[in-house]
């Protein structure tokens, strides 16, 4: 099982030549060069070209590269997506992803323009009707024509559009962001959380990274460089966890407990079904190593 570490991924304004520039030399798994909401409307041809450029490029080394390119119902949308495509990044996020139609338009342009099929489409999951729509959102992912493989939460538009506070612990948004995490489980794709606004309060940020894990996310986006480190560091398996899962594995793989559903580990009785999740912590742990 090879899978590819999406702990951190950072937001980086397509307008700003030195962001892109440090964006090669930050820790984070990936990065989003972001054509959207940090870029002014007198930027955005600049910010298109300057990102296209970069992309071509090269240089991000193993950082996964995502172009956020502007809304389907925006101006900029289709010159955005013709920019990215013909850039070939990793991933084209687009914004304000709200039904299942619309990832079928971006897919037959994608196919229209010829574009290199490695690039895949991430959908921003940020409005109230995206999340009453999210099952057939997900399901687009069968489809391999539409491109599908992530979702990232947007969960200021989130809070913006239905009211929610944003309050610690997130207790308006949990239906939504659960709700999400388990569309994006049944169709085999990955899920990252939305960003932590409060950059210099580094407790409530370590707090909000613990219960993305434990609400299942592959990972966090990210506003700040100083953000990246533990971030990283909470969607790691610990040592410990490795440690136990390698234990697990190994106890299934004996002969005598093939065709078994439960064993006994240290006095605990553990099913298969841990074995399963421990083979993946593993990978990702492997795939973590690699990286360093």
Partial sequence: MTLRPRRSVLYMPGSNARALEKAKTLAADGVILDLEDSVAPEAKEAARRQVADAVKAGGFGGREVFIRVNGVDTPWHADDLRAAAHAAPDVILVPKISSPEMLEVIGRRLLDMHSDHKIRIWAMIETP????????????????????????????????????????????????????????????????????????????????????????????????????????????????????????????????????????????????????????????????????
């Fill in 129 to 292: 009707l995206a999340i009453f729509n999210i099952l057939s959102i997900a399901a687009e992912a069968r489809d391999s024509e539409s491109r599908l493989s992530g979702f990232v939460m947007g969960t200021n538009d989130l809070a913006k559009d239905t009211r929610a506070r944003i309050v610690p612990g997130r207790a308006p948004m949990l239906p939504w962001l659960t709700t999400c995490v388990a569309a994006a489980r049944i169709h085999g794709i990955d899920i990252l959380d939305g960003v932590y606004n409060d950059i210099g309060n580094a407790e409530g940020f370590a707090a909000e990274c613990a219960q993305a894990v434990d609400l299942g996310f592959d990972g966090k986006t990210l506003i700040h460089p100083g953000q990246i480190e533990p971030c990283n560091k909470a969607f790691s398996p610990s040592a410990e966890e490795v440690a136990l899962a390698r234990k697990m594995i190994a106890a299934f793989d004996l002969p005598e407990n093939k065709s078994k559903g439960v064993v006994s580990i240290d006095g605990r009785m553990v099913e298969r079904l841990h074995a399963e999740m421990a083979r993946r912590t593993v990978a990702i742990a492997d795939a973590i190593g690699a990286k360093t």
